[in-house]
């Protein structure tokens, strides 16, 4: 049981390219976060999907966008990348969103942007 | 006002000792709460869930006081594999900034 996987788990990017983060969670979890996660700032949520084809912005949602890609699969796009992304990025699902049940989160996405 | 807010600490103790961290919120209508650990910038772990009326695992007590709107983590008898960053969560997505243990031998 793989829980909640991420990919890639580091990648270094020069400004102005783009990526995409994978997630993928097979706990048949229905909402899926993007967090990410810098020096002294705790994690702060980027976007969430409560469930298959929905999306919502969270705190911090400028300069990227979001893919539910199925019940499974939730991808975090940066498309023309800066510096002050340089973060660690976590993705995590929880069974249902607003309940009283924990987010399980994957090992992070470490990226640098030169 | 920040959503959630932690004193970051550090906290350095010895073996042994007992720790207390706190986390206050700022809605007064917040339904969930937990605690999290956090070992070298690697993935958020669930440590506890903060029920209404308290709850304790082994050396670890949380406690919830929605009057004055905090929670609260203890540790007693303090191990060095204890050493982390603690994190309170509020609801789903609110994290507070994290409290850095280290346990001293």
């Known amino acids: 049981n793989a829980g909640v996987t991420q990919t890639p788990k580091f990648q270094v990017l020069k400004t102005g390219q783009s990526m995409t983060l994978q997630c993928a969670q097979d706990?048949?979890?229905?909402?899926m976060y993007w967090y990410r996660q810098d020096p002294g700032m705790g994690l702060r949520l980027i976007y969430y999907?409560?469930?298959?084809?929905?999306?919502d912005k969270g705190e911090v949602p400028n300069g990227y966008n979001v893919s539910r890609l199925n019940k499974r699969e939730f991808s975090l796009r940066l498309e023309s990348a800066a510096p002050s992304q340089t973060s660690v990025y976590f993705c995590?699902?929880?069974?249902?969103?607003?309940?009283?049940?924990?987010?399980?989160f994957g090992d992070g996405t470490r990226l640098s942007i030169l | 006002r920040k959503e959630v807010e932690q004193d970051p600490g550090p906290f350095n103790v010895p073996e042994g000792a007992t720790v207390a961290f706190n986390c206050t919120y700022s809605?007064?209508?917040?339904?969930?709460f937990f605690w999290y650990r956090q070992d070298c910038r690697k993935e958020p772990k669930l440590l506890m869930s903060?029920?209404?009326s308290g709850n304790e695992d082994g050396r670890f007590t949380a406690q919830l006081n929605r009057a004055s709107q905090y929670i609260s983590l203890l540790i007693r008898d303090s191990k060095l594999s204890d050493s982390a960053t603690y994190l309170c969560?509020?609801?789903?997505?609110?994290f507070g900034t994290g409290t850095s243990l280290t346990v001293i031998p």
């Open positions: 995590a699902s929880m069974v249902v969103g607003g309940s009283n049940q924990p987010q399980h």
């Open positions: 706990m048949n979890h229905n909402s």
């Open positions: 999907s409560a469930s298959e084809g929905t999306t």
């Open positions: 809605n007064s209508a917040s339904q969930s």
């Open positions: 903060v029920y209404s």
């Open positions: 969560v509020v609801n789903w997505g609110y």
